[in-house]
């Protein structure tokens, strides 16, 4: 069994050091006796008060608006800015990302557009005028406009920093001009995430921004801005104060949001962190003929005696771009990974006239482990890792497990598309007394 990371149980210390400074604010505020530094109790109450009547009475939005019509203001604003921000970051970003002609004459422009402030549009949209009297419009704009950056260049970065193999991969399986797309995109969304998450918060932070320099629009930034002028027998500074930390909790919300669906659509990532179990009993597999490649110590031998002859296609190798708990074997008494190589392998065969995808392998190697001879083996791409260390190696092999699947991740290359049914085999191969090569190996039951 591969040995699994325990994850500690998370520790609430961000809640006891909030809880701690309130605590810390309360009785500072107590013993200074100031009207420049509210207890956080009073804060709170004024904020309480604020939420369901009207915070400065008067006859016109947003003077008449309680705190919650003028928080959700904001949150109306923040989703139409940041939604155009996504459209148009996403869509420039892959674009700049996929095609080399449109980044070299794109990648100049952009770069001299965002050195630009956000807040120097404002004068200038004022002075247009076909927005000058709509101040949503005018919020819109410094929005969309300071959003867009982070995560236009985060997915054009994803999507150029892309091993040059998956294109050759996805080329080898003539994959269509549309799916091309999507994949590529998929490939890029931890990147686009990335840009997701940053843009997330300098599109909160512009839109109260934009509140501030613009009166008309209320929300959280009029509420802060004028609260000096409320004068209703409230002290200003807590209305301050309250503006302030209302504005903080919303902010971290919608950062977690953000978090929250980066787990949800990027799982992949959380994989790395999931317990990794397997099963010494192999599933249950309809195929003989994958039973039987699951079950060989050398996958290439039991192909050669099922089919006339099979192919070896290297997709990828180089760094590793993604380590599995199942990698623990490898690292657990040498944790250093610079020496550690990624291989990811199709075994193909004829079969019907055609060809087809019997295996997908993916291997992670201690080069330090191989001689020269495998090294350079290694490096002509015609051979499996398998072959290579059973032919120029002392080398044994140990069966960690299977599991079963269902996944996209590979629908692509068996040829389908959509979610498949898989089994998973893990095995590790000694070098010596070293371990030198793990290998998961994917076939259809």
Not at 204 to 226: I, S
Not at 387 to 416: K, M, P, W
Request: aromatic share 10%.
């Amino acid at each position: 069994m591969i040995p699994v990371k325990k994850r500690r149980p998370e520790k609430p210390i961000g809640f006891f050091l909030l809880l701690l400074s309130l605590l810390a604010w309360q009785g500072l505020a107590v013993s200074l006796r100031t009207s420049y530094l509210p207890p956080p109790i009073d804060v709170a109450k004024t904020v309480i008060h604020d939420f369901g009547t009207a915070v400065k009475p008067g006859n016109t939005a947003p003077d008449n608006e309680p705190l919650y019509q003028l928080l959700l203001g904001t949150l109306i604003r923040w989703v139409e800015g940041f939604a155009v921000a996504v459209v148009v970051g996403v869509s420039l970003g892959f674009l700049l990302g996929s095609s080399q002609g449109v980044y070299s004459w794109g990648y100049s422009a952009t770069n001299l557009l965002r050195a630009l402030p956000s807040a120097l549009l404002f004068p200038f949209l004022i002075r247009v005028g076909f927005v000058s009297r709509k101040s949503w419009l005018i919020a819109l704009s410094l929005i969309s406009f300071g959003t867009v950056w982070p995560i236009l260049f985060n997915t054009m970065r994803g999507l150029r920093n892309l091993p040059e193999e998956i294109y050759e991969c996805l080329a080898f399986m003539k994959v269509s001009a549309g799916r091309r797309r999507l994949l590529l995109l998929r490939w890029a969304m931890p990147s686009v995430f990335s840009g997701l998450e940053i843009g997330a918060g300098v599109a909160f932070l512009l839109t109260v921004t934009a509140e501030m320099l613009e009166p008309n629009c209320g929300g959280l930034g009029w509420y802060v801005a004028t609260a000096p002028s409320f004068n209703q027998g409230t002290p200003e500074l807590q209305r301050m104060y309250g503006g302030l930390c209302v504005t903080a909790l919303v902010g971290l919300g919608l950062n977690t949001g953000i978090g929250y669906l980066r787990c949800r659509f990027v799982p992949w990532e959380k994989e790395e962190r999931v317990t990794y179990k397997l099963s010494k009993r192999m599933p249950v597999i309809e195929s003989s003929s994958a039973r039987a490649i699951l079950s060989a110590t050398y996958v290439s031998e039991e192909l050669r005696r099922q089919f006339t002859s099979f192919e070896v296609c290297v997709t990828y190798q180089g760094p590793a771009y993604l380590l599995p708990d199942a990698t623990d074997v490898l690292i657990k008494d040498n944790h250093n990974i610079s020496d550690i190589i990624q291989r990811d392998v199709l075994l193909t065969v004829s079969k019907s006239s055609s060809r087809q995808t019997a295996l997908v392998a993916r291997s992670w190697i201690r080069r330090g482990c191989l001689s020269q001879q495998s090294q350079a083996a290694l490096e002509a791409k015609a051979r499996t890792i398998g072959d290579i260390v059973s032919e120029l190696e002392q080398c044994d092999h140990e069966n960690l497990g299977y599991r079963s699947l269902v996944s996209d991740r590979f629908s692509n290359a068996f040829g389908t598309n959509g979610t498949i049914r898989l089994i998973e085999r893990t095995r590790l191969i000694r070098v010596g007394d070293k371990p030198a090569v793990l290998i998961q190996e994917y076939v259809q039951p």
